[in-house]
C-alpha cells in the first residue's frame, strides 16, 4: 500500500504564491513518477504538471507552464509544486498522483487552493 499527503493548499489573492507539497510512504520503490492534477468546480480533473523519478523530466500543462515549477526531494518521495502568479482559475483541488511501475497509480486526497481576484 502507498499513502500520499498533501499540504499546503489555501486561500490567497491573485498574484500570490503557494507551494504545494506531496509525500508518499509504503511501498513506494517501484514509482516512476509523481505529480499533480487538479479539479475546479463544475469541471473534469486535469493534469497540472509531473516528474519523472528517474532522471527528473518535469511537464507541464500549457495553463501552468512558466508559473508553476515541480521539484523534489530526492531523499524520500516527495514533490514540491511552487505555483507564483496564481489566477482566480487557479482555484481548484489540487491531487498530488503517483505512478508506479506495471501502470498502477495512487492519487492523495487533495488539497483546495482557492484564488481571489
Known amino acids: 500500500q502507498v499513502q500520499l499527503v498533501e499540504t499546503g493548499g489555501g486561500s490567497v489573492q491573485a498574484g500570490d504564491s503557494l507551494r504545494l507539497s506531496c509525500t508518499a510512504s509504503?511501498?513506494?520503490?517501484?514509482?516512476?513518477?509523481m505529480g499533480w492534477h487538479r479539479q475546479a468546480p463544475g469541471k473534469e480533473r486535469e493534469f497540472v504538471s509531473t516528474?519523472?523519478?528517474?532522471?527528473?523530466?518535469?511537464y507541464y500543462s500549457d495553463d501552468v507552464k512558466g508559473r508553476f515549477t515541480i521539484s523534489r526531494d530526492s531523499r524520500q518521495y516527495r514533490v514540491h509544486l511552487q505555483m507564483n502568479g496564481l489566477k482566480p482559475e487557479d482555484t481548484a483541488v489540487y491531487y498530488c498522483?503517483?505512478?508506479?511501475?506495471?501502470?498502477?497509480?495512487?492519487w492523495g486526497n487533495g488539497t483546495l487552493v482557492t484564488v481571489s481576484s
Open positions: 498522483k503517483v505512478d508506479f511501475l506495471g501502470g498502477k497509480t495512487y
Open positions: 509504503g511501498r513506494t520503490a517501484t514509482a516512476i513518477a
Open positions: 516528474m519523472r523519478w528517474s532522471g527528473g523530466s518535469t
